[in-house]
């Protein structure tokens, strides 16, 4: 993307450099995350206002210890180090790091010795997030100390001259209270950034940019239901019209109407056509007695790339398969990722634009989910669908344990139904990440009324997550939980017994399959 004005974050691993980006992004500024091991001519190329050094788990005395292949406090644009990147400026410029220094975590009080540009604004004592082994004993010649604290004699430094800065501190954590005063002034007052990076300003670049690639060809748009394709496809929609095609493959493992639902929002809400295509007979029988959870897996994308070539040849212009990618996928970070992309395959539309001879075109790759969300209220996607939770591509052929069929199908829609049903009631749908329910294929006794029962049993799921990599289980209200159960076992035949998982990411995963 064509912006004139940006950071880059520099990556030496820190679980925080995400949030640095997040932070930043929020404060009105484009920035691209870059491996610590980044070339400084592709560096020049991008042409940043300004470096962040991230933090990260190494010491800077370590053998092995990330250190860039160049000098970057050379580069003439103004540098801040964060933890990790404040001990590689001293040791880089001299200053003296203490390996042997006490570990500082949590909260502790900084004390500003300077008002100056970084601290602008921000209170003489406040409240800031330590996560640090080493610390620095000492500045490197012609840098002074600009904040200390009770434990870290050298908590910042500043060299005015060549505008380079070192806190020990993380401000882009929450609990650094007034972390966002004094990023927005590395910004603002140090880099002398101007540009306003929103929403707005995304979609006019956006709509140019897509303009300019697709020229006269057609664009294709697989609609999962999901709130990155369909933000995604209002987005091309605003940027070329009706020379967007948009498919919605309904395999019939879809939530309980949701393939009208996605049929209304774009045809009354936006006047965007799609085409849903009834492919359910072909999935059902494909999947007919498969109850290994990789095989039914291989066969929901394998069909569902069948159903979506033959739809998508029918469109002669077609060059062009819009993918909702997102930053977080692209950054090629230094920070260790969860095993569990590699724990199941996941189903996209992968392959496809290869066999098809599409280009990909994927307008997202810079964003973070929540701006993607931003986004699309931006292009007036109603709110209840983009705080909409995420849903897995094979749905809810990943959520009947063992082989499917479609009267389990219509048994765990309708469950699943009732459970956002009570959860949206009790105004708890946007606390929770991820909600749905499961049916396993275990029959127990049950009496209603005076007669024995012997059926299914359901499962309530709820996490909350940041990104899906770890979740926690959600500690929903015993009397909505109660309100819940009766209502599934009230209404829906075929279940009798209704459990709540309890069950973590790690060691969990939070689909079952
Ligand atoms: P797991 O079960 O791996 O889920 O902990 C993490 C997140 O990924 C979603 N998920 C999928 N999404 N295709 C998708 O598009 C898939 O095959 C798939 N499997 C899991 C899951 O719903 C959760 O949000």
Known sequence: MNISEKIVILDF??????????????????????????????????????LILSGGPSSVFESDAPIPGFNVFELGIPVLGICYGLQLTAYQLGGEVDKAAKREYGRATLRIDSFDDLFDGVNAATTVWMSHGDALTAPPKGFEIIAHSDNSPVCAIRSADKQIFGVQFHPEVHHSEQGNIILNNFLRKICKVEAIWSPTSFIEQAIADIREKVGDGGVICALSGGVDSTVLAVLLHKAIGDKLHCIHVDSGLMRLNESRQIYDLF??????????IDAEKLFLDALSGVSDPEKKRKIIGNKFIEVFEVEATKFNDAKWLAQGTLYPDVIESVSVKGPSATIKSHHNVGGLPEKMNLKIIEPFRELFKDEVRAVGRELGVPEWFVNRHPFPGPGLGIRILGDITKDKIVTLQKADEIYLDEIRNAGLYDEIWQAFAVLLPVKSVGVMGDERTYENTAVLRAVTSVDGMTADWYPMPYEVLARMSNRIINEVRGINR????????????IEWE
Do not use: M, W
């Open 267 to 276: 045809k009354h809400h936006f006047d965007i056509s799609v085409d849903i």
């Open 498 to 509: 209704v459990v709540y998982d309890i069950t973590s990411k790690p060691p969990g995963t």
């Open 13 to 50: 691993g820190s679980q925080y450099t995400q949030l640095i980006a997040r932070k930043v992004r929020e404060l009105g500024v484009y920035c691209e995350i870059h491996p610590f091991s980044v070339k400084l001519e592709a560096l020049q190329d991008i042409n940043p206002n300004g």
